[in-house]
């Protein structure tokens, strides 16, 4: 999303939506203090959220907020390979950026990388 924020707001979204799952906004909201469904709601549809609303979104995602700045914005980026999420939920977090995918499409997608990240553990442990 273009915004003058610095914040690819898609991303924040997309995360947001990713690691909260099936559960409501207002579950969510119960979790972050200082945050209200209402705000989650705006980001989740695009909204540039205030600095402390941002960094408290972002503790709770375990992630760091540098994960979110936009390279074009001036500012160094960590120079970190990828996300702190695990993998399949990265996969499904960029998948939800993708406008062209529908909803049931990312969610068949998603449920199938887990499906192979679960039989590739239980592989492993086998061989252990």
């Known amino acids: 999303m273009k915004n003058d924020s610095g914040i690819d707001l898609e991303k924040l979204a997309a995360h947001l939506r990713t690691k909260r799952g099936d559960r409501g906004l207002r579950a ?15 980001i989740e549809q695009g909204a540039v959220p205030d600095l402390p609303t941002f960094i408290r979104i972002c503790a709770w995602l375990g992630t760091s907020p540098d994960e979110f700045v936009e390279a074009t914005c001036g ?25 062209v995918l529908p909803n049931t ?18 592989e492993r442990s086998k061989a252990k």
């Open 105 to 122: 499409t990312v969610d068949a997608i998603s449920e199938m990388v887990r499906v192979a990240y679960r039989a590739a553990g239980a």
């Open 75 to 99: 500012l160094k980026r960590k120079t970190s390979t990828g996300s702190e999420l695990p993998v399949p939920e990265a996969i499904e977090a960029q998948l939800r950026r993708d406008k």
């Open 28 to 42: 969510i909201a119960d979790d972050i203090e200082g945050v209200s469904a209402s705000t989650l709601s705006r």
